[in-house]
């Protein structure tokens, strides 16, 4: 069976995702100066987290959380929990951030966290002190006007919750933008779930419509089930697609005719993998071949470095739609360019859920809560206006979406690099 951290990926995280911004940066003219600045993160801290579990031993977690750049405003990215984070990844998400929120425009900087944890094999107690120990580990480089906090990978709103309870605890009062992604009872936004789905919907639509394409007719494959396979899964179903393939970690089904979503979903959520999913004579297959699928649409939503120089040749569809942050190695870009196969990139395409994030946050700073229908409203407006802006770059310039996106993103923080100049 395939697995998602043995495989050989091309190189390692970072170094992926700085390549792709070097060859935005030529595209821009971008002053070396600049380039090597952002080539940085400007601060990573790397924690021990020790717990009592629930047997008495004493475990201890290691935790990470890096600042890539703060530059345009205070830092903003996940915290994953994952049996397998390294300080790499890590660095390598929160430079995404950065480039994520600049193409946004969004006044806010780059940042991740993560705690090497499987959070499946701990009781919800073990989680908890696990979340309140490296909350009090990172409590100096985090707060409202630093580094702003939110779900990822293995995280959920109730780990925010504590996140939020332990921060003010500390601080002696409620702080409620510590994070975001909270319940909406104690400070979090409506339309938070789901904002992945939902944005990276908008974004699918606009670019079928830009582009003559009949979405309906559309055979689509996702890679990772979870938070965001799901959602995307369910808007691309209503929409009228054909889901014909499904994977998470332990491996997938294909049933030509179409997956029933609604029910995939809901088997899904009692703890069972897709792979045992009755798909109405379908058959199972693993991730490699779920990857190799021929259709219209892959949309990987599991982690990075999925789609690599290994396996890119094998890539069967006209679109890929990225819902996982960095699932495609600059290696692999190159391979999908040389057979037409166009990429809707990360920072574009998943960056529903950053949105609605910075709305919570200025919710919160502001104690006055939107309802819902402003929520799409405003978000639908930021990404169909970014969604604009990089598929014109791109159609100017003749370069990808992806290259468009990074060269947007890396002009806004060389302007703010040159406005606030080198301190000291
Ligand atoms: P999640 O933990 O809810 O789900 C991850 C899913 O991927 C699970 O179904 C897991 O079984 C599956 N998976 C893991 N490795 C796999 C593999 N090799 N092949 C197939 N499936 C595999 O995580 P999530 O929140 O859905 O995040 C998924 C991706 O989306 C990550 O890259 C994350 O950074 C990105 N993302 C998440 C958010 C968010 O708000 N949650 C926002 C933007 C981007």
């Not at 789609?307 to 040749?313: D, F, P, V």
Request: proline share 4%.
């Amino acid at each position: 069976m395939f697995s998602i951290k043995n495989h050989k990926v091309d190189i390692n995280p970072w170094e992926s995702a700085k390549k792709k911004l070097e060859i935005a940066a030529k595209e821009i003219d971008m002053d070396p100066n600049t380039l090597s600045y952002l080539n940085k993160t400007e601060r990573s801290l790397v924690v021990s987290i020790p717990v009592i579990m629930d047997d008495g031993r004493l475990v201890n977690f290691e935790g990470f959380r890096c600042h890539h750049s703060t530059i345009r405003g205070p830092a903003k990215g996940g915290i994953r929990y994952s049996s397998d984070v390294t300080l790499d990844e890590i660095k390598a998400l929160a430079f995404l951030m950065t480039m994520k929120n600049a193409l946004l425009n969004l006044p806010l900087g780059g940042s991740k966290g993560g705690v090497r944890v499987d959070p499946h094999k701990v009781s919800k107690k073990e989680l908890e002190r696990i979340t309140r120990r490296y909350t009090a580990e990172i409590i100096n480089i985090i707060g409202p006007d630093i580094d702003i906090p939110a779900p990822d990978m293995g995280t959920d709103e109730q780990i925010m919750a504590w996140i939020f309870d332990t921060y003010s605890m500390q601080k002696g009062r409620p702080v409620p933008g510590v994070v975001t992604g909270k319940p909406t009872e104690i400070g979090g936004s409506v339309g938070r779930t789901g904002a992945v789905g939902t944005g990276m919907s908008y974004i699918v639509y606009e670019f079928c419509k830009r582009k003559d394409l009949d979405l309906k007719s559309m055979n689509i494959a996702i890679q990772g089930f979870g938070k965001v396979g799901k959602e995307i899964g369910k808007k691309l179903y209503d929409y009228g697609c054909n889901i014909i393939g499904v994977s998470d970690s332990k491996g997938g089904i294909y049933n030509p005719n179409g997956l029933e979503i609604n029910d995939l979903i809901r088997f899904k959520n009692h703890e069972n993998s897709v792979r045992d999913f009755d798909s109405n004579g379908g058959m199972k297959l693993n991730n490699e071949e779920l990857i190799a699928l021929e259709c219209d649409m892959l949309c990987p939503c599991a982690t990075e470095n999925q789609l690599y120089s290994g396996n890119a040749e094998s890539v069967n569809c006209r679109i890929i739609l990225e819902g996982a942050n960095s699932p495609t190695t600059s290696k692999a870009d190159e391979i999908f360019e040389s057979k037409d196969i166009i990429v809707i990139p990360d920072i574009l395409a998943n960056s529903g859920g950053v949105i609605i994030s910075y709305f919570e946050y200025i919710q919160d700073i502001q104690s006055y809560f939107w309802d819902l229908d402003r929520i799409n409203r405003e978000m639908q407006h930021v990404l169909l206006d970014t969604f604009d802006v990089v598929y014109r770059v791109s159609k100017e310039r003749n370069v990808s979406l992806r290259t468009a996106a990074y060269m947007i993103a890396g002009q806004r923080l060389a302007k703010a690099h040159e406005l606030r100049g080198l301190f000291p």
